[in-house]
């Protein structure tokens, strides 16, 4: 199951999230611990380029949030990222840098 492994999936370097996955070889073994990395790593994130907009929610500055989103923390939303009309963000989250989320229309 070689192909499966964080190392084939992600780019480690490009994520605020790199320390959750210290230690983990697939990635499914940090599905218990975002919940506490995030409310952990909130803590630190720079104000000049965060907003606490709620309980445990963090939105960098240059992040787009459409007013019909519904964001439920614990969540991180890095920086330029955009989510759009009517997304429902359900917590335990973090959206990376530049990232667009959106509504995933059913037909």
Same mark, same amino acid.
């Given at each position: ?5 964080? *190392? ?13 996955? &210290? =230690? #983990? $070889? ?8 975002? *919940? ?10 720079? $104000?000049?380029?965060? =907003?606490?907009?709620? &309980?445990?929610?963090? !939105?960098? $500055? ?7 989103? #519904?964001?439920?923390?614990? #969540? ?5 990222? &955009? ?7 359900? /917590? *335990?989250?973090? !959206? /990376? $840098? ?6 995933? *229309?059913?037909?």
């Amino acid at each position: 199951m070689e192909e499966i492994e964080i *190392n084939h999936l992600l780019d480690l370097k490009e994520t605020i999230a790199k320390k959750i996955f &210290e =230690n #983990c $070889k697939f990635a499914w073994e940090v599905l218990p611990k975002i *919940n506490q990395f995030i409310l952990e790593l909130g803590k630190f994130l720079d $104000k000049e380029k965060f =907003n606490k907009i709620g &309980e445990n929610i963090w !939105i960098a $500055k240059t992040a787009k949030i459409a007013p019909t989103s #519904c964001i439920l923390g614990p #969540c991180i939303i890095d920086e330029k990222a &955009e989510i759009r009309h009517a997304s429902f963000i359900r /917590g *335990n989250v973090i !959206i /990376g $840098k530049e990232a667009v989320v959106r509504k995933l *229309n059913r037909t």
